[in-house]
């Protein structure tokens, strides 16, 4: 298997419209990517595939769309103004910066070669700071999200409030969330504007011990149902100067991702923190009444929170496939599941004429209703099939003359590039079934 690095990615991204640099014609922005026509669809079937799996798969967790801007007040209360930095160093010779954590501050720059250069690390705040209204003062300063769990927070009474939920039970809230990051290399991997997929599980206190367990083991299936190989993820807890002064625990799923194994997404016990910093500085009670047994607490939390965006590149990554064929040529493959695949299935006529091109744009016209479909009619069929094979479609359906005689069209798969002549009457079916039983080939 030829050797996958995030240079093929981010140019197969480019040329097939997966993700481009934001503002290209400008110079672009640091940290800031835009998602083309087939990034977008990928992205939304991620999130798509994962706000089903939490909120119709799992009991008890109901959705949430909190505003991106908030009162400046539960930045304070979450601790985000005071905590949420990074320590930051200058090379005094050509300027770059780094994350001070990042580097060997007694080696060379890594920029620049020159020893000795960097400056004493200082804090750095990673919020965005904008302000609201006419005027920029500190009164009317507010920040751009940095995670989408404290949206959860503080709407956590009116949640129980008017759903009728009971603990154990979580909210789940997919959305950008925003980050001054100091550096931004590895592509979309950690950038300024990103996405988050966090779902808070809130519990009596000392059932945290049993849930917290629980969504480990379901968030790490998750990603086997996507299609994810279960081998290039793996757990990495989090040692004592890594973990949040308030937390009990915390574990990361790991990927390896072509620049090495990171972090996917965390999985936290969180206690009663965050409700509690709430109720501090709102005044307000953020207490549950459990009408079991009438006690009143504040309810602990289990976290589970991924990045969208950070799903989006290891899709890619762990899809992206180099395949030497027989005749010595190169297929380059993405082998996504097919139920994130950004199109499922592509109509191919083997050629225009004869009739061949009005049956199938009829018959791709009529898959639009069960699938995201594509309509390509250009070029010779082995051509066409490596288009497709290139951005991960993994269903090609081919109209032949054949078609015309007894209505069966030929139904190609990605993986094994097997065929087979399927009616077109059981084609949804065929589709859907190969579709719930994949595995990758
Ligand atoms: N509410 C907890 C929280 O935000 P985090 O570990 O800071 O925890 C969770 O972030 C996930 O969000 C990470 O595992 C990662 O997938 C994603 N993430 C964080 N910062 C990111 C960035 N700058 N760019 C892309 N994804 C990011």
């Known amino acids: 298997m030829a050797e996958v690095t995030l240079d093929k990615i981010v ?80 090379c005094k010779v050509c300027h770059a910066r780094f994350r001070a954590d990042q580097i060997d501050l007694n080696g060379a720059c890594p920029n620049c070669g020159n020893k000795d250069s960097f400056t004493a690390p200082r804090n750095f705040n990673l919020m965005f700071v904008t302000h609201i209204g006419p005027t920029s003062d500190a009164s009317s300063q507010i920040y751009l999200r940095p995670e989408t769990a404290q949206g959860i927070y503080v709407d956590f009474k009116s949640v129980v409030q008017s759903s009728r939920v009971k603990i154990p039970f979580g909210i789940a809230q997919v959305g950008k969330s925003f980050r001054n990051e100091i550096t931004t290399k590895n592509f979309i991997f950690r950038s300024c504007e990103f996405e988050q997929m966090e779902m808070q599980w809130f519990c009596k206190p000392g059932t945290d011990e049993k849930w917290f367990p629980y969504w480990r083991e379901q968030r790490m299936a998750f990603y086997g149902k996507m299609g994810i190989r279960l081998d290039h993820l793996r757990w990495h807890q989090h040692g004592p100067e890594e973990l949040a002064f308030y937390a009990k625990d915390a574990y990361d799923i790991q990927f390896l991702f072509p620049m090495g194994w990171q972090e996917l997404e965390g999985v936290h016990s969180r206690t009663d923190y965050d409700l509690t910093q709430h109720q501090k500085f709102s005044g307000k009670d953020m207490t549950y009444l459990d009408p079991e047994d009438n006690s009143r607490f504040i309810p602990y939390v289990v976290e589970t929170s991924a990045g969208l965006t950070r799903n989006v590149l290891m899709a890619l990554s762990d899809a992206y496939d180099e395949q030497v064929m027989p005749e010595g040529d190169i297929r380059t493959v993405l082998h996504f599941h097919p139920s994130i695949a950004p199109v499922t299935v592509a109509v191919l006529p083997l050629v225009k004429k004869d ?85 990758r080939v």
């Open 11 to 90: 140019s197969l991204c480019k040329r097939r419209g997966f993700i481009f640099p934001s503002s290209e014609i400008y110079g672009g922005l640091n940290g800031a990517y835009d998602y083309g026509p087939l990034g977008v669809q990928l992205k939304n079937n991620i999130r798509d595939f994962w706000w089903k799996e939490m909120t119709q798969i799992h009991d008890d967790i109901v959705g949430l769309d909190a505003s991106i801007l908030m009162n400046s007040k539960v930045w304070e209360a979450s601790g985000h103004v005071n905590n949420f930095t990074d320590p930051m160093v200058d």
């Open 355 to 439: 009739g061949l091109g009005e049956f199938a744009d009829k018959l791709e016209h009529e898959l639009r209703q069960d699938f995201v479909t594509f309509f390509d009619q250009n070029g010779a069929i082995g051509r066409r099939y490596r288009r497709m094979d290139e951005i991960g479609t993994p269903y090609c359906v081919t109209v032949d003359y054949d078609t015309l005689k007894d209505n069966t069209v030929t139904l190609r798969y990605r993986d094994s590039m097997q065929q087979k002549r399927v009616p077109i009457s059981n084609l949804t079916e065929e589709i859907h079934k190969a579709t719930k039983e994949y595995t």
